[in-house]
């Protein structure tokens, strides 16, 4: 992953990653942009790949395919 921000947060896993974007506080809105280094699904079987934009208080929990 890469193009992480100040207030962005992700964790590889053996299986998959997870991508958060958490802000710097409950007023925040500000997006971030995280390059997948793979192609991923999340639980509702969607694909990933490339750039994933996140709004401020969200994450993703995903699983390499």
């Given amino acids: 992953v890469s193009g992480v921000k100040k207030y962005a947060w ?3 896993y053996t299986n998959g990653i997870v991508i958060m974007n958490y802000g710097v506080d409950a007023n925040t809105t500000e997006t971030v942009t995280f390059t997948l280094d ?4 999340d639980i ?4 990933y790949s490339g750039n994933v934009i ?4 969200t994450a993703l929990i995903l699983k390499t395919i």
């Fill in 10 to 12: 992700s964790r590889n």
């Fill in 44 to 47: 509702n079987n969607l694909t």
């Fill in 54 to 57: 996140l709004p401020a208080h």
């Fill in 38 to 41: 793979k192609n991923y699904i």
